[in-house]
């Protein structure tokens, strides 16, 4: 059963303008929520995280918000550039008794055009 | 800085073959991981292990074998390949017992074609 949803499989902006991808989750236990990148030939790649105590996490270009009553987190690229064009993955992590343990979405496929 | 590393990167069987990969990390992590992925079905996760001397299946393990031979290296078997089981695989590594601000660490992947 998929706890972390990634609804999109695919988006496409324009460079400049704002990219917003979705998740939500099915989880209440879930205390960490964490945003990766994946290029082609590539392993994915840490992006940014926020904890569940947190509802905004800002880095440079990329803004995580979290909504904890909606289960929901959107992550935020603001201005867009060609060289963002990768799948990302969000995946939510929960202490289990073997430890901490990351699940994943399906990943959303981002094109920013020129 | 070599991060988690995994061989090969290239890998075409022909049905029936048999092979392992490779996966060692350097970081002294705790927890190693094998993932399969493959289009529009995301990161999906073969097997797992939690801690030196321990594995445990994910949720796609059949027709997979792994062996955690010692706390730095964990390798993935296909026994006998099928057409199925073309993916792109990746290892994974994290310290599961401290909220580990990045997750996991992952490979580059080893791209498998079964023909």
């Known amino acids: 059963d998929q706890q972390v949803k990634q609804n999109s499989p695919s988006l496409s902006v324009q460079e400049g303008r704002i990219s917003i991808l979705n998740c939500d989750y099915t989880n209440s236990m879930f205390d960490y929520f964490l945003w990766y990148k994946k290029y082609p030939a590539e392993g994915p790649t840490f992006l940014i995280s926020?904890?569940?105590?947190?509802d905004k996490n800002e880095d440079g270009r990329f803004t995580v918000f979290l909504n904890k009553s909606a289960k929901h987190l959107s992550l935020h690229i603001v201005p867009s550039q060609p060289g963002d064009s990768a799948v990302y993955f969000c995946a939510a992590s929960v202490y289990t008794n073997s430890g901490y343990a990351l699940n994943f979405g399906k990943g959303t496929s981002l094109l920013v055009t020129p | 800085n070599a991060g988690v590393t995994q061989t090969p990167k290239f890998q075409v069987l022909k049905t029936g073959q048999s092979m392992t990969l490779q996966c060692a990390q350097d970081?002294?992590?705790?927890?190693m991981y094998w993932y399969r992925q493959d289009p529009g079905m995301g990161l999906r996760l073969i097997y797992y292990s939690a801690s030196e001397g321990t594995t445990d299946k994910g949720e796609v393990p059949n027709g997979y074998n792994v062996s955690r031979l010692n706390k730095r290296e964990f390798s993935l078997r296909l026994e006998s390949a099928a057409p199925s089981q073309t993916s792109v695989y990746f290892c994974a590594s994290s310290e599961i017992w401290t909220q580990d601000l990045y997750g996991y660490t992952f490979g580059s992947g080893t791209r498998l074609t079964v023909v």
């Open positions: 970081m002294n992590h705790n927890s």
């Open positions: 926020i904890s569940s105590i947190k």
